[in-house]
């Protein structure tokens, strides 16, 4: 079916938000990028296999192996929860432990998805921006070596981080070496792996498989697609995992086509760098704006977020405006820490009126 032919809005499919409302509350807010919605009408229409058995997801298949390896295995997933769950169950046992940064999603923002599905022990490590160092992951290896604890199985990164920084090509260099000297695995939450490698100006496996890294999970949704994410594993013992955990982690769609007819969109050419690009670049205009009107940034701006400080009632204000979150409230005295994520779709007129909306609202005091 094509989009020509596709059927009039009835009442039950009119449009029911306002697409002219533009924020900064997350990437997860925009829509879905036009050629991944597109690939989702041409995979339409007619009778294909279920379950994966489909001429989508054999391409996906060849093209994530063109990114992150020959000898790789990969499988699509409906969320970035299901995903690191799904990947990090993969390459752990139940009664081993996961290291994961003190600012990590699997720690604070999946509900405990680990712990519930996998029966897996995460623990934090401290860091610097989100950025973790290889002295705590030693540090904490040989702390769990007892009897009393949960010896650790795997090291989960963020990349790029919560906090929109992220990991140079050494430290994660350096990060592998050390967990495998350890015995220890690694995944990374590759959320927003594409907004990294387009800040590191490299392609998605040269900072993950190609380091040794054991299990990634690819972010589709922030980046134009919606409910697509794939895991993305190394090694015989991943990949017969990876094709026993999909199902009962409840992360088998039986349309996959659907699934990997979007993810094929991003990651069979370059759209995934293009929709990176778009954000990251949006989101330095965004710092550059923000300092203008003579606020100060409070972490590096690496990929797709910036960070800022603002008086409550400014923060309160500006956002009702234009929405965005707060990250800390109690960053300073006088002063929360707000968190603005620019998206594939932001424009340079969105900057502009924030900007605008920020300094009339400063004005205010």
């Known amino acids: ?37 597109q690939a989702l009408v041409a995979a339409n229409g007619g009778h294909v296999p279920s379950y994966g058995a489909d001429a989508y997801t054999g391409a996906l298949t060849e093209a994530l192996r063109a990114h992150f390896g020959a000898d790789t295995t990969s499988a699509p997933v409906l969320t ?3 995903a690191n769950v799904v990947a990090l169950q993969a390459i752990t046992q139940r009664w081993e432990s996961v290291l994961a940064s003190d600012q990590a999603h699997v720690l604070h923002d999946e509900a405990g998805g680990l712990e519930h599905v996998g ?12 950025l973790v160092d290889p002295a705590d992951v030693e540090r904490a290896v040989r702390d769990a070596d007892s009897p009393m604890r949960a010896p650790v199985g795997a090291l989960t990164l963020t990349q790029s981080t919560e906090l929109g920084t992220t990991h140079d090509l050494e430290q994660l260099r350096d990060l592998v070496r050390v967990a495998h000297g350890l015995g220890v695995r690694v995944h990374v939450d590759g959320a ?17 498989t190609a380091l040794g890294v054991d299990a990634v999970s690819v972010g589709g949704t922030k980046n134009g697609a919606a409910l697509a994410e794939a895991v993305v594993v190394r090694g015989e013992g991943p990949a017969e995992a990876l094709r026993r955990l999909v199902k009962p982690s409840m992360q088998q769609s039986s349309k996959t086509r659907f699934v990997s007819a979007q993810l094929l969109a ?17 989101a330095t205009a965004l710092a550059t704006a923000v300092r203008a009107a003579g606020v ?16 409550p009632a ?3 204000r500006t956002a009702a405006r234009v929405p965005f979150h707060v990250w800390d409230e109690r960053w300073a005295p006088g002063l929360v820490e707000v968190r603005l994520v620019a998206s594939f779709d932001t424009t340079a007129a969105d900057v502009d009126g924030f900007a605008t909306v920020l300094g009339e609202e400063l004005a205010r005091g």
């Open 80 to 82: 970035g929860t299901g």
């Open 119 to 130: 029966g897996t022990k995460v623990i934090a490590l401290p860091t610097v921006d989100g």
């Open 192 to 208: 927003r792996l594409s907004n990294a490698a387009v800040s590191l100006g490299c392609g998605l496996g040269e900072m993950t």
């Open 314 to 316: 400014v923060a309160r």
């Open 1 to 37: 079916m094509s989009t020509a032919s596709l059927p009039a809005p009835s009442e039950h499919t009119a449009q029911r938000h306002d697409p002219a409302l533009r924020g900064f509350a997350s990437d997860n807010a925009a829509g879905m990028h036009p050629e991944v919605l």
């Open 296 to 311: 100060a940034t409070t972490r590096p701006v690496q990929a797709n977020a910036v960070f800022a400080a603002l008086p």
């Open 266 to 282: 991003l990651f069979g050419g370059d759209l995934w760098r293009r929709t990176a690009t778009a954000a990251n670049d949006a």
